[in-house]
């Protein structure tokens, strides 16, 4: 069968979500830990590819007033969704644009680009296209996030999706019926785990996921790869940071990744430090700061009582990001630090952890 761009994407019904990994606040935080001189999004341009009834970036327009968002689909259902959600909802600052990612032709360049949820979904000349697009429109020091279901993990998934299809096609029922009776002659434990976990996710999303038209799985190496041949740079994990491998995907049978890229020129010219401290971190101050029992706390190396009293332990090289947070240091500053003194730490959802404990004044 082929399917061509977009076109079984038409009457998508594609459940709304926003999604953690690509929140661009918690990417430019990561990009600015790797050293990078990414934007804040509080008055940023962002877009994002493949945005379905536009729920994520309806979200980040709501957060950031002051930003540019523009959301893209190919699918005319979804985007007259988002379209109508934007004006009840009032927000001023997003629109909506209904055209294939080949047809789109944007009028400036974007700070950050999304593309959650697409990758794997569209052949491949659009994968193509998509890095294309992400190495002619982003701003020098712009990072893009774009997710993906990883090979190592995917390989006994869809050997149980070919059987269920076996299935759908022998009783002519659909993926949930047909899983469902799959299930009552499972083989194995690995088996009914599997079965569950896709009769979880519900019809609406196996439907654009394990049972989608197009569903690749690439390995992260290969992603890797395609990406630097347009220009691009891998910064590492969106979250995180961490730059994982095919193999430790192998081992840990890895499903999905979510990686941010940067223009490879944004990695060679010299990080620049944001004017001021960032609001980026919902639950972090714009300066992180530890009250003075807290901070006598770091420096003596005692537990840090967290907002239950709850003690809280931390390593040396914790303690010493901990013992910079006086009040004077951004969050960025915070970043660079942690780099250079702990620099095993995923500093950004570490530091997420310790602002939610309610540790930070
Ligand atoms: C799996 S859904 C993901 C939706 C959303 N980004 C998420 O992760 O929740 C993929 C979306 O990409 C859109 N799409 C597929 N091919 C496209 C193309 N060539 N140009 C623009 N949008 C496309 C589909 O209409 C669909 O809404």
């Not at 009776?181 to 976990?197: G, K, M, N, Q, T």
Request: glycine share 6%; hydrophobic share 50%; net charge negative.
């Amino acid at each position: 069968m082929i399917f061509e761009d977009g076109i079984a994407w038409r009457d998508a019904d594609y459940p709304p979500m926003s999604h953690p990994s690509a929140d661009v606040a918690v990417n430019a935080a990561v990009a600015w830990a790797a050293g990078l001189a990414a934007p804040e999004p509080v008055a940023a341009r962002i877009l994002e590819i493949g945005c379905a009834e536009g729920h994520h970036i309806l979200s980040l327009a709501n957060r950031w007033p002051a930003s540019k968002c523009v959301g893209l689909d190919v699918s005319a259902k979804a985007i007259q969704r988002a379209r109508n959600r934007t004006e009840r909802a009032d927000l001023a600052n997003v629109h909506f644009c209904e055209a294939r990612l080949s047809e789109f032709v944007p009028d400036a360049p974007f700070d950050f680009i999304i593309a959650h949820g697409f990758f794997s979904w569209v052949p491949d000349e659009v994968k193509v296209g998509l890095m294309d697009f992400i190495g002619k429109n982003l701003t020098p020091h712009g990072t893009a996030v774009v997710s993906f279901n990883v090979a190592a993990g995917w390989k006994e998934r869809m050997v149980v999706v070919e059987k269920a299809r076996a299935i759908m096609a022998a009783g002519e029922v659909d993926a949930m019926e047909a899983l469902a009776i799959f299930r009552a002659v499972a083989e194995s434990e690995r088996e009914l785990f599997l079965i569950d976990d896709m009769l979880a996710k519900g019809a609406a999303v196996l439907a654009h996921d394990d049972f989608a038209p197009v569903m690749d799985a690439w390995s992260l190496g290969a992603f890797v790869k395609l990406a630097e041949s347009h220009g691009l740079c891998w910064i590492g994990d969106s979250l995180t940071g961490e730059k994982g491998d095919d193999a430790a995907d192998l081992v840990a049978g890895t499903t999905f990744r979510s990686e941010l890229l940067c223009r490879v020129d944004a990695v060679n010219g010299e990080g620049k430090k944001p004017a001021r401290g960032t609001a980026l971190l919902r639950t972090i101050p714009d300066f992180p700061k530890l009250d003075a029992w807290r901070m006598l706390c770091a420096r003596e190396a005692l537990p840090l009582p967290d907002a239950d009293l709850k003690p809280c332990m931390f390593t040396f090289p914790q303690l010493k990001v901990l013992i910079a947070m006086d009040g004077s240091h951004s969050v960025y500053d915070l970043a660079r630090h942690a780099k250079e003194v702990a620099p095993e730490l995923d500093f950004v959802p570490w530091l997420r952890h310790v602002a939610e404990r309610g540790l930070l004044g």
